[in-house]
């Protein structure tokens, strides 16, 4: 069976080819089946601009066992996922920075910022040191480009049937009119190969998605996290570790420990090298991610913790002090027996205070330390879990320095 990165490829493709430009009341509207594209509201990324997208309902109809057509009436009911649908509204910060205007708008970039690289490099001597005229032509191309620039590249694309390289015909096209470009236009894809451009771009476009709209979520959710491990660092609970109760736990320490991972990864992603192979559809991830976090941020705010279940759980499960009983027992040699009766009262069944109590009075120990065993309770033996959860904030660091270079 082909892996789910085949079969989204692959729809991706079939998606691609029913990609065009639709022109509706005088606007020009992309006119995509892309789930998250699809949603293009193409509003700026450096120059102000906004582009609403359309659907034509008889192409995204269902087609009826009997081969009739069946038109839909509500749109929403027809969407390929739900970020073209309920969810919409809260990805909608991608929007401006994920859709093929982006793209583009990046693709242009890089090709510009590669010739006015190549004209500081004395090496190259078939591409002059431009004036400062010629850079500011250049310059303007990246700062006005909007909408209906980007539009001329996706209708060179028909013909050329490569993104980058209508790009670069696009450029050509732009700089016929300046003096000195117009004697190199040659040098704008010079040395490169369409993987160097869009690597780039993609990187550029992640970059910008990561910092604006990704991290500042990220961060949001680790505070919630943080502030949830500090309130609730002393409420002893369950714990599980493989399948088996080894030891109590807090609840302040099980959120920090969420709390934790997420800034990791944060800091990781910050850390991240965008210089070498990005791959497309990246959007769709960031909008799932985006979406999750966001939802978790509301159900956050709606906890609360049910303290008399919670300490019903512990009650039932004193399993938790065999690790402190096997501790005292081998610093005492204690007899095999002892070891073999002990696996034999917390493998599987419930452990209840009677038994564990009863099984303490039993072993062959000082006095002292059968006192002190028998005085831990579920509740009392949580170790260092309360200081880890207070001290989270000290484990992260600042939460407001995650940014990609």
Same mark, same amino acid.
């Given at each position: ?8 490829? =692959? ?12 022109? $509706? @009341? ?71 920075? &994920?859709?093929? $205007? ?16 190549? @004209? ?30 980007? #539009? ?16 670069? $015909?696009? #450029?050509?096209?732009?700089? %016929? ?13 010079? =040395? ?63 959120? =920090? ?24 559809? &990246?959007?769709?991830?960031? =909008? ?43 610093? $005492? ?34 006095? %002292? ?10 509740? @009392? ?25």
């Amino acid at each position: 069976m082909p892996s789910t990165c085949v079969l989204l490829r =692959a729809a991706a493709s079939v998606r691609r080819r029913v990609a065009n430009v639709h022109h $509706y @009341s005088g606007q020009p509207k992309f006119q995509r089946r892309v789930p998250f594209d699809a949603a293009l509201t193409l509003a700026s990324t450096v120059p102000a601009i906004g582009l609403t997208c359309c659907y034509n309902k008889k192409e995204r109809g269902l087609m009826c066992n009997s081969g009739s057509h069946m038109d839909p009436t509500d749109d929403e009911h027809m969407e390929i996922s739900d970020l073209d649908s309920r969810d919409a509204r809260m990805a909608n910060e991608l929007l401006n920075l &994920t859709n093929e $205007y982006a793209l583009v708008f990046y693709q242009v970039l890089v090709e510009v910022r590669w010739l006015l690289k190549l @004209s500081e490099i004395p090496e190259v001597k078939d591409v002059p040191t431009f004036s400062q005229d010629a850079r500011t032509f250049l310059e303007n191309i990246i700062q006005e480009f909007n909408v209906n620039e980007a #539009l001329k590249v996706k209708k060179i694309e028909q013909v050329t049937n490569h993104d980058v390289k209508a790009v670069v $015909y696009y #450029l050509k096209q732009k700089c %016929k009119s300046q003096s000195e470009v117009s004697k190199v236009l040659e040098f704008f894809h010079f =040395a490169c190969t369409s993987a160097d451009i869009n690597n780039l771009a993609y990187g550029l476009l992640v970059k910008n998605v990561m910092n604006d709209v990704m991290f500042p979520v990220m961060t949001d959710l680790c505070k919630a996290f943080c502030a949830l491990a500090k309130e609730n660092a002393h409420i002893p609970m369950l714990s599980h570790f493989h399948g088996q109760r080894p030891s109590p736990t807090t609840l302040g320490k099980e959120m =920090a420990t969420f709390a934790f991972r997420l800034g990791f990864r944060a800091q990781r992603m910050s850390e991240r090298d965008l210089t070498h192979v990005i791959f497309e559809s &990246t959007e769709l991830g960031f =909008a799932h991610s985006l979406v999750g976090y966001k939802k978790i941020l509301q159900g956050i705010k709606n906890l609360k913790v049910n303290e008399s279940r919670i300490a019903e759980g512990l009650e039932k499960n004193w399993v938790f002090l065999a690790m402190a009983i096997n501790i005292v027992m081998e610093r $005492y040699d204690v007899p095999k027996s002892y070891y073999e009766k002990l696996m034999e009262l917390t493998r599987g069944g419930v452990v209840d205070r009677e038994s564990i109590t009863s099984f303490i009075k039993n072993l062959d120990l000082p006095e %002292k330390e059968k006192l002190n065993l028998l005085n831990l309770t579920p509740q @009392s033996y949580i170790e260092e879990a309360e200081d880890l959860a207070r001290s989270i904030d000290e484990a992260l660091g600042p939460l407001s320095g995650f940014k990609i270079k």
